[in-house]
T-cell receptor
Framework: GENVEQHPSTLSVQEGDSAVIKCTYS??????FPWYKQELGKRPQLIID?????GEKKDQRIAVTLNKTAKHFSLHITETQPEDSAVYFC????????????FGSGTQLTVLP | DGGITQSPKYLFRKEGQNVTLSCEQN?????MYWYRQDPGQGLRLIYY???????QKGDIAEGYSVSREKKESFPLTVTSAQKNPTAFYLC??????????FGEGSRLTVL
């Protein structure tokens, strides 16, 4: 089955700096890659996703890049703010099926003021 | 206000007892899921259901049971057969493909 590895497990950045979280996946058939954000004590929420027919997607300060050849995808957050502090999870699935999502182990991002 | 509701938020159980976690959604989603979240391990799928009266095992179904008698409801029972039940449990719903909508979670502690 699919295996998703996520790095780093913790990341601290200064406010205003950029943050990058990387994930690799094992199943070349995977073609849907969402990112979820979980603030302390709250539910995970989808922040951005990408499908394998595109290499990059942006939404304001957040971007995701996908390298299908290397089987890795990354989350980029620019101009970080304290409210970006949270745990971020990457995931991968085949055909966009939520029931086949495999999650990474999570990255605790801390934005220092 | 549409959403997905889990209860209770906190639950304590003695060893050997079964407990049932409630999950209700009013989003009219067909699919519902139960995940377990442990520190450093991400989200692992316990069970999922794509339609009423049908459900499938996920990656870590041993020691758990579910039912799906109504579209809106997908309760999870943690049985005494679950060796390490202390965890944070998340329920979610979705259309068949795409975004998962999560509940706020239930934290189970076995005493």
């Amino acid at each position: 089955g699919e295996n998703v590895e996520q790095h780093p497990s913790t990341l601290s950045v200064q406010e205003g700096d950029s943050a990058v979280i990387k994930c690799t996946y094992s199943d070349s058939a995977s073609n849907y890659f969402p990112w979820y954000k979980q603030e302390l004590g709250k539910r995970p929420q989808l922040i951005i996703d990408i499908r394998s027919n595109v290499g990059e997607k942006k939404d304001q300060r957040i971007a995701v890049t996908l390298n299908k050849t290397a089987k890795h995808f990354s989350l980029h957050i620019t101009e970080t703010q304290p409210e970006d502090s949270a745990v971020y999870f990457c995931a991968a699935s085949i055909g966009g099926s939520a029931r086949q999502l495999t999650f990474g182990s999570g990255t605790q991002l801390t934005v220092l003021p | 206000d549409g959403g997905i509701t889990q209860s209770p938020k906190y639950l304590f159980r003695k060893e050997g007892q079964n407990v049932t976690l409630s999950c209700e959604q009013n989003l009219n989603h067909d699919a519902m899921y139960w995940y377990r979240q442990d520190p450093g391990q991400g989200l692992r799928l316990i069970y999922y259901s794509q339609i009423v009266n049908d459900f499938q095992k996920g990656d870590i179904a041993e020691g758990y049971s579910v039912s799906r008698e109504k579209k809106e409801s997908f309760p999870l029972t943690v049985t005494s057969a679950q060796k390490n039940p202390t965890a944070f449990y998340l329920c979610a719903s979705s259309w068949t493909t795409g975004e998962l909508f999560f509940g706020e979670g239930s934290r189970l502690t076995v005493l």
